[in-house]
Nanobody
Framework: QVQLVESGGGLVQIGGSLRLSCTAS????????MGWYRQVPGKQREEVAL???????NYAAAVKGRFTLSRDSTKKTVYLQMNSVYPEDTAVYYC??????????????????WGQGTQVTVSS
């Protein structure tokens, strides 16, 4: 059983900062890509920041220069540092990972996972 556990969402004032964390747990043998998406009601989920399979980081144009994606040495935890937030950053933020893990019978499994989502609200 593998899962993504997110934390760090909440209420923040315009221009403020917030940090989101996401940890992948389970019998994981590799994390190929991992990062954050966000979604507001009535709109499609959009990519915010993502570690790609080759180790690069993709940022959405709307957050470039304000948000920073980082990870720990195990590559199983990623952090999204959100600075200079705008009301338009208000959304549910979802962690996403493409990873490989061993199932209960020790078979390797490749899976795309989503976290449960964490609400970020930017207020004036």
């Amino acid at each position: 059983q593998v899962q993504l556990v997110e934390s760090g969402g909440g209420l923040v004032q315009i221009g403020g900062s917030l940090r989101l964390s996401c940890t992948a747990s389970g019998n994981i043998f590799n994390v190929y890509a991992m990062g954050w998406y966000r979604q507001v009601p009535g709109k499609q989920r959009e990519e915010v920041a993502l570690f790609t399979t080759d180790g690069n980081i993709n940022y959405a144009a709307a957050v470039k220069g304000r948000f920073t994606l980082s990870r720990d040495s195990t590559k199983k935890t990623v952090y999204l540092q959100m600075n200079s937030v705008y009301p338009e950053d208000t959304a549910v933020y979802y962690c996403h990972a493409d990873l490989g893990y061993y199932s209960a019978d020790s078979s390797p499994v490749l899976q795309k996972l989503w976290g449960q989502g964490t609400q970020v609200t930017v207020s004036s």
